[in-house]
């Protein structure tokens, strides 16, 4: 079993910075990657960014350039720095961890923290 708390969202005026932070507990030997996703009101959840164990990343297309994902393994946290910030970067993001044993993939959630951007 895995925790994962998220926490660093709130109110910001576009063009601004945020970050977020995930402090995960439990099996953390057992995290295979750590992503963040979002959920705006009336869409779908997608993908922000996620980090690998070999620190490989990816990112949204949306947020290339603008979101950098990094993780502190002593901390068992990752983060995810948000700079330039748009209006339509507002939803509320949560924490993801996947985990495998034997040929199952197992996903936790956090909580979510919520991000708004205003204009």
């Known amino acids: 079993q895995v925790q994962l708390v998220e926490s660093g969202g709130g109110l910001v005026q576009a063009g601004g910075s945020l970050r977020l932070s995930c402090a995960a507990s439990g099996n953390t030997f057992s995290i295979k990657s750590t992503g963040w996703y979002r959920q705006a009101p009336g869409k779908q959840r997608e993908l922000v960014a996620a980090?690998?164990?070999?620190?490989?990343?990816n990112y949204a297309d949306s947020v290339k350039g603008r979101f950098t994902i990094s993780r502190d393994n002593a901390k068992s946290t990752v983060y995810l720095e948000m700079a330039s910030l748009k209006p339509e970067d507002t939803a509320v993001y949560s924490c993801?961890?996947?985990?495998?044993?034997?040929?199952?993939?197992?996903?936790?959630w956090g909580q979510g923290t919520q991000v708004t951007v205003s204009s």
């Open positions: 993801n961890a996947r985990t495998m044993r034997g040929s199952r993939w197992y996903d936790y």
């Open positions: 980090i690998g164990n070999g620190d490989n990343t």
